[in-house]
Every structure is written in C-alpha cells, then in structure tokens.
C-alpha cells in the first residue's frame, strides 16, 4: 500500500517538479541576464492562467490552443516592460534589492488589477481531456482481495506534463544551440564582455526579459492543467516556490534551477504523502535555509553573483 | 610639519552649533507629533487612526536602523512584529501575564529572534531579501502548526474585553518615544557613523578596524526590537490576532516604503514619509478600498525608479545647503 | 644598527580557482621605510595585498606583523594590529560627507569627539579637500578619491601603510603633494609598502622594491640594483 501512495508521490513529483523547474528556468535567465529577482513571477504565472481562462470563457478556446497567443502576448509585455523599469534601475545605489523591492510594486498592481477585474474569488478552469484519468500501474489485490490499487494520473497533468517537457528540450536547444542564446548565457557568465564583443546588450536584455515572460504565461496555462483553479491571490505562494528553486540551483544557472526544480518537486509530493501538509510546505523552506548556510552558491552555482 | 593653513579656527564650535540646529529642528518634530498624539484619546479623536500612524512610524523607524543605515533589505520584517503580537497575545491569554510585562518580553523575543536569525547576516543582497522573506513565512506557518491551545492554531488567539485599548495606545506611544529618541541618538553616535560606512563599503569598512559584523548586528537588534514592541502594543490595542495578518508581506511593504518615501538612511526621512502617506491612505486610499493596493503597488514603483532616496534623501542630495538642517 | 622588521611574510601562496595567482612570496618590510612592489598588470600585486590586509584567505604561507602571527585574520583584526590600507578602485564611503569619512578608521578611539574632528580636519587640509569637508564624498572626482583615501590613512595613523596605486588619475601637482605626505609620514616612522606602474615616483621613494611576475618575486634589491636587472627589464618593460 505504501508502495503506491509512494509512486503516487513519484508521478506527481514529476509533473509538479517539472512546473518547478520551469519557473526556476526563467527566474534565473532574468537573474542571469539582469540581475532582476523577478518578485512578480507567480503574478506572471497566475495572469498567464487567466488569459486562457478568458479565451477559454470568451470564445471557447481549449487551453492548448491558447499556447501560442499566449506566449506572444507575454513577450510582447515583458519586452515592453524592460524597457519601462530595466534601464533606469543601475542608477540606483543597490541595484539588486531595488530589483526585488521594484517587482515587488509590479506584483502588487498585478495582483489588485486581477481581483478588480476577476474579483477575490477562485476560478474554476472547465475543460477536460478523454478519458479523464490515466492508470499507469495496477498493483492486482494491493489492498486485500478484489481491490487493486493503481497509480491513477489526470490526463490533463499528463498533457501539462508532455509539453513542459518539451519546453525544457527546446529551452536547453535554445539556449545552447542558437545564437541568441548563446548571447544570453554569455551574458549571464559576462556582462561587461559582451558589451565589448558588439552585443547591444539592452535588446538583449528585453529579450531576454520577454523570453521570462513569455516562460511565465506558458507556466501559467500548463499549471491550470495540472490545479485547475485560478486565485489571483495564489502569485506570492508560487514565487516563493521560484526562489526556493534558484537558490538550490544556484542565482542566475538556468540548468541547475532544471535540475533543482525536479529534485524539489519529488521531495515536495513524496514529503506531503508522509507528512502533515503545512509541514511538507514548510519543507521547502528549510531546504533552502539549509543549502544556503552550507552552499550558498546553490547545488550546481558557481559564486558568480558577488 | 607644511600647514596650509586654511583651516578655520572655530570650525568644531560650528560643527557643533550646526548639530544643535539639526537636534532642535528635528525634536520639535517628535514633540508636535507626540503631543498630538498624546491629546487624541482625551479628545475622543480617532483612536484607531493615530494608533496605526504611530505603529508605522515606529516600525518605519525601526526598519530603517537596518535598512537606512546598513543597507540590507530585510523583505521578512514582519517575521519581528508577528513574533511580538503573539508573544503579547499569549503570555496575556494563556499565562494571564499582565500586559505591562507581555509587552517588554515580546520586545526581548524580538531580540531573541534577531539572534537566531544573525547568521542571515553573512548573506548579501538579494540572498538576505530572499532568505528574510522565507524566514517570515516559517514564521507564520509555524504559528499556524502549533497545538490550538497556545497560538489558536490557523483562527489565531482573541484577547477578547481583557484588554484596555487606551492603555494599548499609550504604550505604543510610549514605544514610538523611545524609538524616535534612539534614531536621533544614533543619528549622532559613532556606531551611526560605522553603519553607514558599512552600508557605503563594508569591506573597506572592514579594512578600517570596523567590525562589521558585530556592529551590524546592534543594528540588526535594534530593528527587530521596534518591530517586536509594535506588535505587541498591536496585539494590546486590537485584542485579536491570526497568523496571515501578523505575518502578512504586506505590512513590511508598507515599512519599506513608508521609510523609503521619506528616505532611508536619514533619521527625519522614514517620520516624514510615514505620517504624509498614512494620512494620504486615510483620506485619499480609503475612497478606493479596491485600488489601495494597486497604488501602493505603484508608489513603490515609482519611488524606486525616481526617488529611490526619498524625498528627504533627494532633497539633500541636490540641495546640499539643506544638510545642515536635516538630521 | 639593524633595521627593525615589522612585516614578514614567507612562502605566501593563493590561487583562484586553478589560477596561482600568489606563488610562494617571501617579504620583508622595515620600520619606517618605503617598499615598492612593481610588476606587470595581473602579477598579483593587488592580491598580494588582499592577502596581507585580509581581505582574502591565503592558501598558505605565514605573515606576521610586528610579531604577531596572523595570516587569514579578518581585515579588523589586522587594521587593529596597525596595518592601514587604501584600494586601487577607491572605496570611499560615498553617501557620507568628506569628515565622516576621514573619521571612520578612529571611531573606536577613545578620543573626545573635539579632538576627533579637528584631526580630521587637519587631515582633509593635508589632502587639500578641506573646502570640501561638508560634501558628500561621491561628489568626488576619481583623483580626489585617491586624496580622500590618503587623509583617511592618515586619520588612521597605522604603524603599516599598504597603497595599492595611489597615483593613478592623480595630476602631477598633487601627486608631489602625496609623495611629500608618504615622505613625512614615512620619516614619522610609518612603514609603508607601496604598488604603483608609475615607476619614476617608485624609484624616487623606495628603499627597496620587489618585482612580481605572474604571482612570484623574481627580483628584490636596492633602486638601482632592481632598474638594471635584466630580468626585470626582460619582464616589466620588455618585448614593447
Ligand atoms: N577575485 C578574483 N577572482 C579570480 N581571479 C582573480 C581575482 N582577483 C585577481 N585575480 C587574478 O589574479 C591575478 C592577479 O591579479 P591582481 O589584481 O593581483 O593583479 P595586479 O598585479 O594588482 O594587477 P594591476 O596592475 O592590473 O592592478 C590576475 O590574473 C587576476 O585575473
Ligand atoms: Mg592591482
């Protein structure tokens, strides 16, 4: 009986970690690129649901057909946005904990303009997928005899989970294989250099802030598949889980926030089969005070922040 | 020995008169606004909204003794405050201490808290925001895992008609006293001094003979003090508290930005930022109840974008006559 | 009579990384001289510094400073053991005005605040930023960072001064208003050890002078001796 409440954790290990690691990811290319922790990420994320919840009631478009708009419109704003508050940020005496205070305003608005418009209340997202419910492994008579116990998966967390999947395959591809990404991950190793090698760092940096963005509003249509409820309150809680993530992968190392994600993800569902949930939630949170009296560079980090 | 020579003879006695004008200006702030909150109760004025404005003051000043004055960020303030309304709440309620003594003992678990929480300390920027904001969030789910019948679980503890809410406001103005006459004594001190160089470069600081980190932890002390005394006058004054209201990100929001309006780093600054913005929230804000944290979303955006000194600190930054007057 | 020693270092190695960036230096400092450190940029002045003053944590090797062992103190211990330093990138504290800078190294003393701010006029005077005091010191230009470092070391009074490039973006007129405060103060008895590329103010003030090449001391001696050492012209200013 353990053994499926243990696989149960696995699966869903998996799929939340695989959401985790995509917020990491993105956290980090901004903390990489900009040195900008991005407190309004889970505000990103949530208003990425919304806007398919809105195609979705509107005009009835599934959530995977709202994929695309989606990530346009988020590049579109998250492009726009660098250039509205990046910028003027370096004159500033710290730099970085301005970063962090200036999201913290952003998400403030964001989350006030969703509870104006979507009001307090938790949204439901109606759509399904046929069959409903995918059972991965039946254990014959796990439970005495004539009851089986299986490994019952939603096909909609199935679904979440196939296109984070290949989101992080064309991430990496992105960010090793092309040009632009490479300039990124250049970027985040050396910000003065390519400057010098005839990089303009700035319409770098915007894209790289709408590639964020773009990361998050995806996150956000894929997290409704996996907890089909939108709460325009909810933001805080997924940040919170972001910056756990890169400080365990190390600030600014998309790769290691790839990794630290999943672990974290498994930990997480495996602890709450276990645990008490507040206790499994707070788990996360002594994970990362941990790792960063130990390790502050983060699990995969180099020291490169100062 | 080559003197120059251009050093004029009664420059420390300037320098001296020069504090004095600062002190003075700066006390007869503190006492308008004591005295004018001393008289509200006698007056049966709005009891609630000058008690708040005094918690932000305090807390405001309080934030700054960390904030203003080393430089780091701490986004789990209210880990301090929350602590303190509890510690109150539940020495009065369930050992039936007097809130005379609750009070003074949730200002020492404040300090206690500081300690645990030094080692923070050693991490610089956004690693300390992040680690403090985590720190807060412990806190409160802590407070809400924690058997009923001490914290009240996630309903949170009610004082009920124990407490007297006059005796509450007069010990919160009795603590922001003492915080504001601490901030101008440290405004004058040597360690006030230290800080700030260590806020400006603490390894050169270091390369001083300044020992960073102890001199940073009074100041880290001091902080969590003011906040953990606010919160227990809070928790005096209201009767009632739960787990997401003391611990909500919110109120050290609201610090950082009331501090940082006026101008983190000065002494006058976080007073002036605070009562001018409290007094907006009450008048204008409240109009709106819906678009209150909308604006308060983008007065943070905006001050860190085009004031991020405050008015205070800008104005003494480009009018370099007005040092001599603002402490 | 035989020079007291008040800096020693022996066999003093750090590496960042799989970079050996200090290789097993041996130094020597007199009381109330001049030692200059010269070498190509990247020969691990700087860090050779940082090591000293404590700012990093050698990998080994032993210092010791008028007696006392004390490699990898942290950087106010050895401040209190009287070794003062300045930065080769100023590092001024910047919102601050000009006498709280200077006054920041006696904070601890037990001076009266008079006696205090008088000396640290003095101070500002010697650096002639004096008509500046009240200003806050990121209105500085670079070179007067430089002089504001200076008036602070002075402030300090340490009995070992460290300066890392005290020259650099400094013009000629107050360059010799330094070289004559490091002579006084040298003649005060204040031992110094000195890293700057302008080598004609090096030559004119050391006693004697130490030339690294990529983390090692390939020369030491007297002016002259080091100036027409092969070596040195083969390293410092060869192959230009
Ligand atoms: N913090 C550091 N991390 C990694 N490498 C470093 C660090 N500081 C210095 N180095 C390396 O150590 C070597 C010596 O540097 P150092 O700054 O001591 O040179 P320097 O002699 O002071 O040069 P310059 O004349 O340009 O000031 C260089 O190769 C440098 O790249
Ligand atoms: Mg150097």
């Known amino acids: ?295 502050p560079q983060g699990l995969m980090g180099r020291m490169t922040l100062r | ?104 003992a949730a200002g020492l678990s404040g300090i206690l808290l500081a300690l645990l929480f030094a080692p923070t300390l050693r991490l610089n920027g956004i690693f300390f925001a992040i680690v403090s904001l985590s720190l807060a969030v412990v806190c409160q789910r802590l407070m809400s895992l924690l058997p009923e019948e001490i914290t009240g679980g996630s309903h949170g503890l009610n004082l009920g008609v124990a407490t007297d809410r006059t005796h509450g406001y007069y010990a919160m103005l009795i603590i922001m006293f003492v915080a504001l006459v601490s901030a101008s004594w440290l405004g004058q001190s040597r360690l006030g001094k230290a800080l700030k160089a260590i806020r400006d470069d603490p390894d050169a600081a270091d390369a001083m003979g300044i020992h960073v980190s102890r001199v940073r932890l009074y100041a880290w002390i001091m902080s969590a003090f003011f906040a953990a005394l606010a919160g227990g006058a809070q928790a005096w004054f209201t009767g009632a508290l739960d787990p997401i209201t003391a611990f909500d990100v919110l109120i050290t929001a609201k610090t950082v930005i009331y501090a940082m309006a006026g101008g983190l780093g000065t002494i006058i600054g976080p007073v002036v930022g605070t009562v001018t913005l409290v007094w907006i929230d009450e008048i204008v804000w409240q109009q709106f109840p819906v678009l209150n944290n909308f604006l308060l979303g983008l007065i943070i955006t905006l001050l860190i974008l085009f004031m991020p000194r405050g008015v205070v600190g800008s104005l003494m930054q480009h009018f370099p006559h007005l040092r001599k007057y603002i402490m | 009579m035989i020079p007291k020693i008040v800096l020693q270092l022996k066999g003093l190695n750090k590496s960042f990384g799989g970079l050996l960036a200090v290789k097993n230096v041996d130094m020597l400092v007199n009381e109330s001289s001049i030692s200059g450190l010269i070498g190509i940029n990247g020969a691990g002045k700087t860090t050779l510094m940082n090591c000293i003053s404590g700012i990093y944590r050698a990998d080994s090797g032993s210092l010791d400073i008028m007696g006392v062992s004390c490699l990898n103190w942290s950087p106010h211990d050895i401040a209190r053991l009287g070794v003062g330093r300045t930065f080769q990138i100023p590092r001024i504290f910047k919102r601050i005005n000009l006498i709280d800078n200077v006054m920041v190294p006696a904070l601890n003393d037990n001076t009266d605040n008079k006696t205090l701010y008088e000396r640290a006029t003095e101070c500002l005077d010697k650096v002639k930023l004096y008509d500046l005091r009240h200003n806050n010191a990121e209105e500085l230009s670079g070179g007067q960072q430089k002089l504001l470092e200076l008036a602070r070391i002075m402030m300090f009074n340490p009995r070992i001064i460290l300066l890392d490039e005290p020259f650099a973006g400094v013009n000629p007129t107050l360059c010799r208003l330094m070289i004559e405060r490091i002579k006084e103060l040298k003649e005060q008895g204040k031992s110094f050890l000195l890293v700057s590329h302008d080598l004609t103010s090096i030559y004119q003030l050391s006693d004697h002078i130490y030339v690294l090449n990529q983390g090692q001391v390939i020369s030491e001696g007297n002016v002259d001796y080091v100036r027409n050492d092969p070596e040195v012209i083969e390293a410092y200013l060869g192959n230009a």
């Open chain 1, 1 to 295: 009986m353990n053994t499926i409440l243990l696989l149960n954790g696995l699966v869903g290990g998996v799929i939340f970690g695989a959401i985790y690691a995509l917020i990491g990811c993105s956290l980090n290319v901004l903390c990489g690129v900009l040195r900008v922790v991005n407190f309004a990420h889970g505000e990103f994320i949530i208003a990425g649901s919304f806007l398919s919840y809105v195609l979705l009631t509107l005009f009835g478009l599934h959530p995977i057909l709202s994929l695309p708009i989606v990530t346009i419109a988020f590049f579109l704003i998250g492009f726009g946005l660098y250039y509205l508050l990046i910028p003027r940020l370096a004159k500033s005496d710290e730099p970085e904990t301005s970063s962090f205070l200036l999201m913290f305003g952003v998400s403030l608005m964001m989350i006030a303009a969703m509870m104006w418009i979507f009001e307090a209340d938790i949204r439901a997202v109606e759509f399904s997928f046929d069959p409903i419910n995918v059972s991965l492994l039946v254990i014959q008579d796990a439970y005495g005899e004539g009851r089986d116990g299986r490994v019952i998966v939603p096909t909609a967390r199935l679904v979440a989970l196939g296109i984070n999947a290949l989101l992080i395959i064309v991430l990496t591809y992105f960010l090793y294989r092309t040009l632009t990404g490479k300039a990124i991950r250049a970027a985040i190793m050396n910000r003065e250099a390519i400057q010098i090698v005839g990089i303009n760092i700035h319409s770098l940096s915007a894209s790289a802030f709408g590639l964020a963005a773009a990361l998050a509003g995806i996150t956000g249509v894929v997290l409704a598949f996996v907890v089909p409820s939108i709460d325009p309150n909810g933001g805080q809680d997924i940040s919170l889980i972001g910056f756990i993530i890169i400080v365990l992968g190390g600030l600014g190392h998309p790769v290691g926030a790839l990794i630290a994600g999943i672990l974290f993800g498994l930990v997480e569902q495996i602890a709450t089969v276990f645990l008490p949930q507040a206790a499994a939630q707070m788990l996360g949170f002594i994970i990362l005070i941990t790792v960063i009296f130990v390790r």
């Open chain 2, 1 to 104: 020995m080559a003197k120059s020579g251009t050093i004029k003879p009664d420059d420390f006695s300037e320098e001296i008169s020069a504090q004095r004008l600062k002190s003075s200006l700066w006390y007869t702030i503190i006492t308008v606004l004591i005295l004018s909150c001393f008289l509200v109760p006698l007056q049966d004025g709005n009891l609630s909204f000058m008690f708040s404005l005094m918690m932000w003051v305090t807390l405001a000043t309080g934030i700054n003794f960390i904030a203003g004055f080393t430089g780091y960020m701490p986004f789990g303030y209210v880990a301090f405050y929350g602590i303190g309304t509890y510690v109150t709440a539940i020495l009065v309620k369930v050992l039936g201490v007097s809130e005379y003594l609750a009070v003074p």
